[in-house]
C-alpha cells in the first residue's frame, strides 16, 4: 500500500493537517511568484503621459519647478492681465504669447534639466526636470 494511503485512513486528522500546509505553500509560492513579476513588469514600465499644469500668477511661474518624464506635456496658463512667453534659456522652443487665460504647451521630449523664462519679464524664471528615456517613433518601412 501507499503510504499516503495508510496516513489518509490511519491517522485523518494528521494528514488533513499535512494536505493543509500543502495549500498554504502552494498559495504562498504563487503569490510570492506574482509579486515578483509585477515587480518586474512595473520597474520597466514607462509612466503613463501627464498633463503638468503651471500657472503663470502675479509675474511668476507656479510651480517655479516642474519634475517630469519624457512624454509628459507642460501646461503653462497666463492667470495675469500681463501677456507672457514661456521659453528656454537656450531658446531651442517657445510658446507663442499668452494673453490673460491663454495656454501653451510643451511636450517633453529628452531627459534633461533646463532653466526657462519670460521673454517678455526676465525676472520671471522656472526650471524643468525631466527623467525617463527618449521616446523613439518606429521606423516604418515600405
Not at 489518509?8 to 504563487?30: C, D, H, Q, S, V
Not at 517630469?68 to 501646461?75: C, F, L, Q, S
Not at 510658446?95 to 534639466?113: C, D, H, M, S
Request: glycine content about 8%.
Amino acid at each position: 500500500m501507499p503510504a499516503t494511503w495508510s496516513l489518509r485512513f490511519a491517522n485523518p486528522e494528521r494528514y488533513e493537517k499535512g494536505a493543509a500546509m500543502i495549500t498554504k505553500i502552494k498559495i504562498g509560492l504563487l503569490v510570492l511568484a506574482l509579486a515578483v513579476g509585477a515587480g518586474v513588469s512595473a520597474a520597466g514600465a514607462r509612466p503613463a503621459p501627464r498633463t503638468i499644469h503651471v500657472d503663470i500668477h502675479r509675474f511668476q511661474f507656479v510651480p517655479a519647478r516642474v519634475d517630469a518624464h519624457v512624454g509628459d506635456t507642460i501646461e503653462w496658463t497666463n492667470r495675469d492681465f500681463a501677456p507672457h512667453i514661456a521659453s528656454d534659456a537656450g531658446d531651442k522652443w517657445t510658446t507663442a504669447p499668452l494673453n490673460n487665460a491663454a495656454i501653451g504647451r510643451r511636450v517633453v521630449k529628452t531627459p534633461v534639466t533646463f532653466a526657462y523664462r519670460c521673454n517678455f519679464h526676465p525676472q520671471m524664471k522656472g526650471t524643468i526636470v525631466a527623467t525617463g528615456n527618449i521616446v523613439q517613433s518606429p521606423k516604418l518601412g515600405r
